[in-house]
């Protein structure tokens, strides 16, 4: 086996513990769910974990010692990332009175948009970052066997376990905002809220060290 089967126990429960806790990915998809209905929210996650492996391959291939070692790339990559959240936060609440009830996509959000914003909140995120650098390493056992394989398992481990948490998200506020959506003044509310919660977390991106 190519990862210590302890290691493996205890980076599994340890990854559980931090994922059922609510950070900026999970209220991201909360977000797209409330806003964009269930197949937005599960789009939103599909980013979200492809922004995650990512930073799994480079940390593979070593390129996150790069990026350590030169923070000013890390943090051009968390700026812009952050200025595109409170963007689209900004657009979100601009145009939520143009919203109409009229169609099943009305005041939604696209997929292809969710998978990429889901992508942007990911890689801008100092918490993946430091998770895959500082973290995860600490379950890689240099004798147990090729590192880069090690870094593959936990990661695809990770994937997985973030996907069904925060695709769980994503599906319920998708069910409960596509009810919810059906009242044009509380959609309204939604489309305020969620944009509101972009900003926060855009403001947020940029403030994290």
Same mark, same amino acid.
């Given at each position: 086996?190519? =990862?210590?089967?302890?290691?493996?126990? /205890?980076?599994?429960?340890?990854?559980? &513990? /931090?994922? &059922?806790?609510?950070?900026?990915?999970?209220?991201?998809?909360?977000?797209?769910?409330m806003r964009g209905g269930t197949r937005a929210g599960l789009l939103a996650t599909? +980013? &979200?974990?492809? +922004?995650?492996?990512?930073?799994?391959?480079?940390?593979a291939a070593g390129l996150a010692v790069l990026l350590t070692a030169f923070p000013v790339v890390f943090a051009v990559l968390r700026f812009v990332g952050a200025a595109y959240l409170v963007y689209l936060g900004v657009? =979100?609440?601009r145009h939520r009175k143009n919203a109409q009830v009229d169609g099943p996509a009305a005041g939604g959000m696209p997929g292809r948009r969710a998978f990429f914003n889901g992508v942007v909140s990911s890689a801008a995120n100092p918490q993946?970052? /430091?998770?895959? &650098? /500082?973290?995860?390493?600490?379950?890689?056992?240099?004798?147990?066997?090729?590192?880069?394989?090690?870094?593959a398992v936990l990661g695809a481990v990770l994937i997985v376990l973030e996907f069904l948490a925060d695709g769980a998200v994503g599906v319920l506020a998708g069910r409960i905002g596509s009810w919810l959506r059906d009242r044009q003044a509380v959609r309204r509310r939604i489309d305020a809220a969620t944009g509101s919660l972009f900003i926060g977390l855009g403001v947020r991106l940029a403030a994290e060290r």
């Open positions: 086996m190519p =990862v210590d089967p302890h290691l493996l126990a /205890a980076f599994t429960v340890i990854t559980i &513990v /931090a994922l &059922v806790t609510p950070g900026p990915d999970m209220l991201f998809v909360l977000g797209c769910g599909l +980013g &979200v974990v492809t +922004g995650d492996a990512l930073y799994v391959v480079a940390a657009q =979100v609440i993946t970052f /430091a998770f895959m &650098v /500082a973290f995860l390493p600490q379950f890689i056992d240099p004798s147990a066997g090729p590192m880069w394989l090690q870094f």
